[in-house]
């Protein structure tokens, strides 16, 4: 094997995504040195040149010209450090005593298999050195969003790859219930975790963190981004409903409208990317009776008995408001008690003579089709009572509906307010 075979026998090497040419240089440099002074003394003097580009390697063995004299009797006479003058002058007739010879070392001067351990320590050190940069690189990346392209998919992670080609996982767990992947797809998420298995680095990564929704915020919202308004806190059932507190640091911005934007142009972005998931942003404030009644959003409020010893909250409401305060799922309360830190109770605020208990009709979303639902709220049918208040004929006659999807309609509405 001569130098360039050497050379080129390194070339997947040739274009490394973490490791700089200078760094490069030293590890090969370093090698052939290491195997330089293993074949002729560690206290030789040693010269290595490598040109990455066309694939050439020189390695050279210096020695200073002694007398001959010296060179036979001294003690002090050592072959790795000085050379005599008859050898000298066989290779150059014009070297005198004193100079340096420089001897060129030719790679069939090792054997084959010093060739072959050269290439193994290259190889190694050059893996340890970049696997030692990607941990350090993504180490600094936590909480940043990523992109990669999926790769692999398997039962309990997603394999992706960066734009480098550095692997990055996705565990079950920290993927949206509603995501759905395939190869080639870009994903981005946000870098949760960093470590070292098997001195191999693993980046985990994450759609599901609130972290992953707060730099989304700061992507869509350049307020967010500049600091004006600060997050101050994210709850989040991933894939179905989200809280954001925030407030503004500039009393003329208002935080939530900020982050809503016009017609939702700046909120509609980021519910795309988790999958239609449904994000209340609320003004934050230290006021807790008012922040646990503004969480609770839409629901509207009618009282609150608070106990800040137990943090818990009972929330009391008109009827028709209580299934808005739960929320699909009951998602809704849940994530309004982790936001404000308080146990939160609902109870429905006791009817008064004549009154009667209704229902947002989007409460029904789950039972009846929404094209049905929008149907009956263009003729200004927004509650189940309101839409009972009517016969089916009129129903029919109004809305275009077929009259057994009114009927169907109509038995679930009564069969809930029975209830």
């Known amino acids: ?219 869509e919202v350049p307020e967010v981004f500049d600091g004006i308004i600060t997050i101050k806190k994210i709850v989040r059932e991933p894939g179905e409903r989200a809280k954001v507190a925030v407030e503004s640091y500039d009393d003329r911005i208002d935080p939530v409208g900020a982050c809503v934007g016009m017609k939702g142009a700046r909120i509609h972005g980021i519910v795309r990317e988790l999958r239609n998931e449904n994000i209340d942003v609320i003004n934050y404030t230290n006021n807790i009776q008012l922040f646990i009644q503004r969480s609770l959003s839409p629901a509207k409020i009618t009282s609150i008995k608070m106990d800040d010893e137990t943090k818990r909250a009972e929330v009391y409401l008109k009827p028709d408001q209580v299934s808005l305060a739960i929320g699909k799922g009951g998602h809704n309360i849940r994530l309004a008690g982790k936001l404000t830190g308080y146990e939160i109770d609902v109870y429905r605020e006791s009817e008064g003579e004549g009154e009667v208990e209704d229902v947002d009709l989007e409460e029904f979303s789950d039972e009846i089709e929404h094209w049905v639902i929008d149907a009956l709220k263009g003729i200004g049918c927004d509650t189940a009572r309101s839409v009972l208040d009517l016969s089916i004929e009129e129903l029919e006659k109004r809305t275009d509906l077929e009259k057994e999807t009114i009927e169907d309609v109509v038995n679930i509405l009564k069969e809930e307010l029975d209830r």
Do not use: C
Not at 11 to 21: A, C, P, Q, W
Not at 74 to 92: G, Q
Not at 129 to 139: A, H, N, P, V
């Open 1 to 219: 094997m001569n130098s360039q075979e050497l050379i080129e026998s390194f070339s997947e090497f040739k274009e490394f995504k973490n490791i700089d040419r200078e760094t490069m240089m030293s590890i090969l440099e370093d090698v052939f040195l290491s195997n330089l002074k293993k074949k002729y003394g560690e206290d030789g003097s040693y010269n290595v040149i490598i040109n990455l580009d066309k694939g050439d390697l020189e390695l050279w063995r210096n020695r200073t010209i002694v007398d001959d004299e010296f060179a036979e009797d001294s003690f002090d006479y050592d072959e790795n450090k000085h050379i005599s003058l008859m050898e000298a002058r066989k290779i150059e007739p014009d070297f005198e005593v004193g100079e340096e010879v420089s001897e060129e070392v030719k790679l069939p001067d090792f054997t084959r298999r010093s060739v072959l351990s050269m290439r193994q320590n290259l190889i190694s050190k050059i893996h340890e050195l970049e696997k030692d940069s990607i941990f350090k690189k993504y180490k600094d990346r936590v909480g940043d969003i990523v992109s990669g392209e999926v790769y692999q998919i398997w039962k309990k992670e997603l394999l992706l790859l960066d734009d480098e080609g550095n692997e990055l996982i996705m565990p079950k767990s920290e993927q949206i219930p509603t995501d759905y992947f395939k190869k080639g797809d870009t994903v981005r998420a946000v870098v949760t975790k960093v470590e070292m298995r098997n001195n191999t680095p693993q980046i985990i990564i994450s759609r599901t963190s609130p972290i992953f929704l707060e730099r989304l915020f700061e992507l």
